[in-house]
Structure formats: structure tokens, C-alpha cells
């Protein structure tokens, strides 16, 4: 452990698997305070005594991504467990795969509601502790859809990850000035829960679009997301790191 986040503490929503839970484990173990939010309070509570083991200290909140005074509890938690957020990681997401025809507007809405709206909130809600902080860092978990066609899911999904691009560009332009930096990540495809529904014959056809022969992890998302929120960073702000294993370049 380097202690990179001594003295921060990051929220990290979507933390109960995949890329999130990564996230906050190695956060912990460089010294930050978490606050975790998901859907499962199960694997809240596990995720908790983790970091506990660890001697780190974190602070859960299970709810609804989607539902705006979720996003109004979680900002206070952490104001109210360890003085306010130095670092918001939005790792929390969801894809349809209903095509485009098929997609209904109610589909459409869930899907923006908490890929793009609840990181807009909670970004709104957060940047006022960084500000009283003298700064901080922002991490939004996007996606090389939002970069690239993907025909494998809901265009509501490409829509809302490429809505993070732009509004990680804008919101880095009007709070630098306050040393708030922003950034995104654009992971390819991901060994988590969700790829482990695939069937073998989708699983190759991936795997061999992949330049480095392989699926990345979360743990590979979350060293991103660590560089991004640690002062390795402090001169990026506005950008897109594209963590794909080759599949996508720009």
C-alpha cells in the first residue's frame, strides 16, 4: 500500500460488484474513507467488513440510484460520517438490450435515469464539498459506447455513456478553477457478473477482437480510477481514458 488517498474520502456508487466493489477495496487500501452505495445491502454489509478487515472505515447506503433524494442521502452520509467527499467515483450503471424498435419509453427513461441523471445529481450535490475541501476529483465509469457503436445493447445505453463524455468535458472546464478535476473511463469488455451470462460462443467472438487476447478486470478499472483520483493525476482534467485492451483506439 502507497497511501495515495490518505485523507480522502471517495464516494463510489455501484459498489456492491463488478468495478465499483473493486474500486472501493483498493481505495481502502490506499487509505481513503468510502462511502458505498448499491442496490444490495447484503453486499454492503460484506463490502464493509472488507474494508473493516483492512482497518479502513466505511460508511453504506442501499437504495435506488435513480430516485433523486437517494442521491440527496448519500451526499449527506458522507458529510455527516467523515466531513464531506474529496473524490465521487460513478461507477453504478445498467444496460437493455432491447433493440431500437422494440425499446419502450419507459426502458429509455430507466436506463438515462441511472447511467447519466444520478451522476449529474449527485455531482451537483457533491462539488460543494470538494469546493470547501479546495478541490478534488471526479471519476465517471463510461464506457467505449460512448465512443463507439455497440449493436449488443439499447441505444439508450451508448446514449447515456457518450452523455458522460460530454458532461465530464464540461463540468472539468467550469470547476478547474477550483481545482476540481474530472475524468472518465471507457472500459471494453469486462470480466464481471454481468459477461458471465454469455455463452461461450459470444465469449470468443469477443476475446478475438481483443488485441491483448483477453478481458480486462475490475481491478483493472479500479487502478484507473485510482490514478485518476490520486495527485498522479493533477495536471488531467477533461479526459477519457480508453481501457479496452486495444479493441477500441482514438
Not at 439499447?154 to 470547476?175: D, I, M, N, V
Not at 478486470?217 to 493533477?234: G, P, R, Y
Request: charged share 15%; glycine share 10%; net charge neutral.
Amino acid at each position: 500500500m502507497q497511501n495515495l488517498l490518505t485523507g480522502q474520502t471517495a464516494i463510489i456508487t455501484g459498489a456492491t460488484s463488478g468495478i465499483g466493489r473493486a474500486t472501493a477495496r483498493l481505495f481502502a487500501q490506499e487509505g481513503a474513507h468510502i462511502v458505498a452505495c448499491g442496490r444490495r445491502a447484503e453486499a454492503l454489509a460484506s463490502l464493509s467488513e472488507e474494508i473493516r478487515a483492512l482497518g479502513g472505515a466505511c460508511a453504506t447506503l442501499a437504495g435506488d440510484g435513480s430516485d433523486q433524494d437517494f442521491a440527496i442521502r448519500l451526499a449527506r452520509l458522507a458529510e455527516e460520517e467523515f466531513g464531506g467527499a474529496s473524490i465521487l467515483v460513478c461507477s453504478a450503471g445498467m444496460a437493455l438490450r432491447a433493440p431500437t424498435l422494440q425499446m419502450t419509453r419507459q426502458e429509455w427513461d430507466q436506463v438515462m435515469a441511472l447511467n447519466l441523471t444520478f451522476p449529474m445529481v449527485l455531482s451537483q450535490l457533491v462539488i460543494p464539498q470538494l469546493q470547501r475541501r479546495g478541490g478534488g476529483k471526479i471519476v465517471y465509469i463510461s464506457s467505449t459506447a460512448g465512443r463507439s457503436v455497440n449493436m449488443g445493447a439499447s441505444p439508450s445505453y451508448g446514449a447515456s455513456k457518450a452523455g458522460l463524455l460530454y458532461l465530464t468535458r464540461h463540468l472539468a472546464t467550469e470547476f478547474a478553477g477550483d481545482h476540481i478535476y474530472v475524468n472518465a473511463i471507457c472500459p471494453g469488455p469486462v470480466d464481471t457478473e454481468i459477461t458471465h451470462t454469455w455463452t461461450p460462443e459470444h465469449r470468443q467472438k469477443v476475446l478475438s477482437s481483443l488485441p491483448m487476447g483477453r478481458m480486462g478486470t475490475a481491478e483493472d478499472i479500479a487502478a484507473c480510477a485510482l490514478f485518476l483520483a490520486s495527485s498522479m493525476s493533477d495536471y488531467i482534467t477533461g479526459e477519457a481514458i480508453l481501457a479496452n485492451g486495444g479493441r477500441f483506439m482514438m
